[in-house]
């Protein structure tokens, strides 16, 4: 059976010439491979508005978030890219989630204070994350906080699982020969489907 990949483009300016662009693109080529239909939705490139109204959450989401809705509904695995800002997730990766999640998409609540219903449980994850600073002091001195927020609380509550990370540390230190090497060893993880 043909396994279905979203690729979930997080970096916010819709260029296509940053790192996590490039990452995006190698992935996808490795999984394509290993013969799986992939998808891509392009964050940065969505008008995602800001959720200001708790009431807003189970209310119908906007069409181009229904749109990644039925993508990542069809996906078996997910891989989420994005650059590492002020620690985390950029806001609007942020805010694409919260919207994402609208109208029990990955959570219902149940009556009775009972613990929500996982809606997107079937499905793994990969975590890709660009960072200027080392990414072991990123994992061991700050505790990875915002991949933590991202793994556990958005993914693990709606039942995605397992979650893998990637942390690429010192961006701006790679040089034209650690970049092929970092995006051939990115390639094998899309050939692996991983």
């Not at 600073?133 to 556990?152: C, E, I, N």
């Not at 942390?167 to 489907?193: C, D, H, T, Y």
Request: glycine content about 8%; proline content about 6%; overall charge positive.
């Amino acid at each position: 059976m043909t396994r279905q990949v979203c690729i979930l483009q997080g970096h916010p300016h819709p260029t296509g010439k940053h790192l996590c662009h490039a990452i995006a693109e190698v992935y996808a080529q490795g999984a394509r491979e290993a013969k799986a239909n992939i998808s891509i939705v392009d964050i940065g490139a969505l008008d995602v508005p800001t959720l200001k109204n708790p009431e807003d959450f189970v209310a119908a989401p906007p069409p181009q978030i229904v749109a990644a809705q039925e993508v990542v509904s069809r996906a078996q695995h997910l891989v989420i890219i994005f650059p590492l800002w002020l620690g985390t997730m950029p806001a609007l990766v942020k805010s694409f989630f919260e919207q994402l999640s609208r109208d029990g998409f990955a959570i219902q609540t149940q009556s009775g204070n009972q613990w929500p219903r996982q809606m997107l449980k079937g499905k793994s994850a990969r975590i890709i994350v660009t960072m200027g600073m080392p990414s072991f002091a990123y994992r061991w001195l700050f505790g990875a906080h915002g991949v933590r927020t991202l793994s556990k609380s958005i993914f693990g509550m709606s039942g995605i699982k397992p979650v893998h990370e990637t942390l690429i540390g010192r961006v701006g230190a790679l040089n034209a020969s650690n970049s092929a090497k970092l995006l051939e060893r990115i390639k094998q993880l899309g050939q692996r489907l991983q």
